[in-house]
């Protein structure tokens, strides 16, 4: 099997049997975000404790990319403290983007900083219309996090 299908399966896998999706008893943060290119949808609840994300629920529609990503993403960061959470948002989106000359590998050994599942997407960069799908429950989370720092 090539890397290129084992990141496929790992991206169906997820778009299939989405982790992650139940809604939770106590939400601490939230945000829902919406790309209207692709007509995706992603709704991200958080239950926080001390800087931990706790619990985690993501839930949406839309397409393979998009909802896969957003699977990875709540395993990813389930667990983890905020920090760690933001350097793990920065990779991915350094991952993502097309026009960042430091790529993925670079800085994997950093606490917070190993993408795991999330490396499957990183074909995406080849079709640049869907790197917004990819995107879109990482900026969701960005949102539903901001709202606490008030
Ligand atoms: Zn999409």
């Known amino acids: 099997m090539s890397l290129e299908e084992l990141y496929r399966e790992v991206i169906l896998d997820h778009y299939r049997n989405p982790r992650n999706r139940s809604p939770l008893p106590q939400v601490d943060a939230h945000a829902e975000g919406t790309n209207p290119l692709c007509g995706d ?6 239950h926080l404790d001390d800087g931990t994300v706790a619990g985690i629920s993501v839930r949406g529609q ?7 990503s957003a699977s990875m993403m709540s395993e990813a960061i389930k667990g983890r403290k905020l920090p760690d959470i933001a350097r793990l948002t920065h990779r991915f989106k350094q991952m993502m983007d097309i026009e960042s000359p430091e790529q993925a590998g670079l800085d994997a050994d950093r606490p917070g900083a190993a993408l795991g599942d999330l490396e499957a997407l990183r074909g995406v960069r080849k079709f640049p219309v869907r790197i917004r799908c990819a995107n879109l429950p990482w900026t969701t989370l960005e949102e539903a996090l901001s709202g606490l720092e008030s």
């Open 62 to 68: 839309g397409c393979s990319i998009s909802q896969s």
């Open 41 to 46: 949808e992603v709704t991200v609840d958080l």
